[in-house]
């Protein structure tokens, strides 16, 4: 039996955070070096140097935050109107049947279209303008909210509800606090899905025309032949996207305090 | 009060309580008349409480016995207003139970407790939903959380709690709107034998510092003599109450007493009955069918 530093699980472990750390720079040498050596062609498939160069000219010319705070506006504000909306009616389909009965079949007859679909539509009524962009990230988070809020009023104790009942707890406060926190844990998982599905919605949203924004720039540069700059691009959309979940990870982890 | 008139040095004896006594109904804080309620199931429907009728007098202790599935509960709910007769009525204070009432507090086998909220707040939550202010709401929280000796937690989630301290708070928590009626569903039926005794001691000493009349659910008719003015024993399926019976032990009492030889000769007297009861209502059901 092994003991102290021999020990072959201990090593093993260490070798792994080792490769762990390792894996990234790995990755962007590798990529640099069959850029660099002509076995690709360097236009199409630019080295990371490049890359680099051209997202710093991004934000040197000044174009950058502009385009950032374009899609970050697009993508929260249409998280903020979809995700409210869908909550509340959630609530109101989750606790009332008639309601259900009214609104659910609608719901789920248009939940399943992708929301990219649409995107010709919503030209034709909106043009290029912002408002339509909004449209589509609202209807992305709002099916998703919705139908995890629905299916959370559902789930709430119906013990709560008739303890709540008993203490004379008026209606309002019934909805807005027993069964809304009852179905939060629920909640907050269909939110955290409706963050990612409100990126998608923005790429298509802004590819479909848009005159600044993270993916907008990303298509300028593609028609430019810039490739170091869409990869910059894309880059700078998955740190966006993956700061975004990763912030709401923390927050809905906050969100259900009593756990 | 039949029962009053017994006092701990005659021999203890079952004496026949009738679920509605003739003489002082005028006055009774519960009045149940010929109800029944009927449930609608897969296989036609179900009459879970077929025309019962029984009075509880202000202040009284009274126990609803039964097998599971006798309809005790839904009676209980009835009278919580949570369901609605299929005929007849309930009446509590005068007044037809046609919703929840504030007046009537419930106490359910699962505590209930809104997990997002400390004890305190818990127990504040009747009193606030009623339009007491923020600062009175608390403070008549703090006097019950002081009653259940819990001072402690106050400030402590439910999960954080044992289920005999959950159910202390559910209990605080009914009785934080000063309810004239407090329903008890099987409160102590999901805590272990120890916890239950405890229970059970706190809630008689509880019983002599409110004044609320007292309807008890339960299966275990040791529970039911220690707590009861009165009992009440009924049949299942159709549910229906077969006796009434007086409990004639002295106040205050305590788990004690579940050892003493005249309670045992109640209990005996009352398990007969359950028995003999029992046969005759179950002949009379193979009779019918």
């Known amino acids: 039996m092994s003991t102290g530093r021999h020990d072959p699980a ?41 890359v680099a160069v051209a997202v710093l000219d991004w934000i040197n010319s000044g174009q950058f935050f502009g385009d950032l705070s374009a899609s970050l506006f697009r993508v929260t504000a249409g998280f903020a109107i979809g995700a409210s909306a ?18 659910s079949p609608l719901f789920h007859i248009l939940r399943p279209i992708p929301p990219i679909a649409f995107v010709p539509i919503v030209i034709l009524w909106f043009g290029l303008s912002e408002a339509g962009k909004l449209f589509l990230v609202v209807w992305g988070v709002f099916f998703t909210v919705w139908l995890a809020t629905h299916i959370g009023v559902q789930k709430v104790d119906r013990g709560l509800i008739r303890a709540a009942l008993m203490l004379g707890t008026p209606r309002r406060q019934m909805l807005s606090e027993i069964v809304f926190l009852g179905a939060l844990p629920y909640i907050v998982v269909g939110l955290r899905t409706a963050v990612s599905i409100s990126f998608y919605t923005l790429v298509a949203a802004e590819l479909a025309g848009a005159f600044s924004g993270i993916v907008y720039r990303i298509e300028i540069a ?21 700061v975004a979940d990763r912030s709401f990870a923390a927050i809905s982890e906050r969100a259900v305090w009593w756990r | 009060m039949m029962h009053n008139s017994l006092r701990p040095t005659q021999p203890l004896r079952l004496v026949d309580a009738p679920p509605s006594p003739s003489s002082a109904t005028a006055q009774a804080t519960i009045r149940v008349e010929d109800l029944s309620i009927v449930f609608d199931a897969a296989r036609g429907t179900v009459i879970a409480v077929d025309r019962v009728s029984l009075d509880v007098m202000p202040g009284e202790f009274v126990s609803l016995v039964g097998p599971s599935g006798c309809g005790k509960s839904t009676l209980l709910n009835a009278m919580a207003g949570l369901e609605r007769p299929f005929e007849g009525r309930v009446t509590v204070a005068g007044g037809p139970m046609l919703g929840p009432r504030p007046d009537v507090g419930m ?9 997002w909220k400390s004890v305190r707040r818990n127990i504040a939550h009747g009193p606030r939903a009623l339009g007491k202010s923020k600062a009175e709401a608390l403070r008549m929280a703090d006097d019950l959380i002081e009653m259940i000796g819990l001072t402690r937690f106050a400030n402590a989630y439910p999960h954080t709690l044992s289920g005999g301290m959950q159910q202390r708070v559910a209990i605080a928590r009914a009785l934080a709107n000063q309810p004239r009626v407090l329903l008890m569903d099987e409160p102590f039926g999901a805590l272990d034998a120890q916890t239950r005794a405890v229970m059970q001691d706190n809630l008689l000493e509880l019983r002599d510092r409110i004044h609320a009349t007292i309807v008890f659910v339960t299966h275990d008719i040791d529970e039911a003599i220690l ?52 046969r005759k209502a179950f002949a009379q059901m193979e009779a019918v069918t």
């Open chain 1, 10 to 50: 201990n090593a093993a472990r260490r070798l792994s955070v080792l490769v762990g750390v390792l894996s990234v720079p790995a990755f962007v040498g590798l990529w640099e070096l069959v850029a660099r050596s002509r076995i690709v062609n360097a236009v199409l498939f630019p080295p990371p140097s490049t």
């Open chain 1, 86 to 103: 869908g909550i509340m009616f959630g609530i109101l389909t989750g606790q009332f049947r008639l309601i259900s009965s009214l609104l």
């Open chain 1, 222 to 242: 593609q028609q430019n032949m810039q490739t170091g700059q869409v990869m910059g691009g894309l880059a700078a959309l998955g740190l966006l996207s993956f």
């Open chain 2, 107 to 115: 106490v359910f086998q699962q505590p209930h407790l809104f997990p």
């Open chain 2, 227 to 278: 707590l009861s003015d009165r009992v009440l024993i009924m049949s299942a399926g159709p549910g229906r109450i077969l006796r009434g019976l007086s409990v004639g032990l002295p106040r205050p009492r305590s788990s004690a007493i579940l050892t003493d030889p005249a309670y045992l000769a109640l209990k005996r007297d009352c398990l007969d009955l359950i028995r003999t009861e029992g």
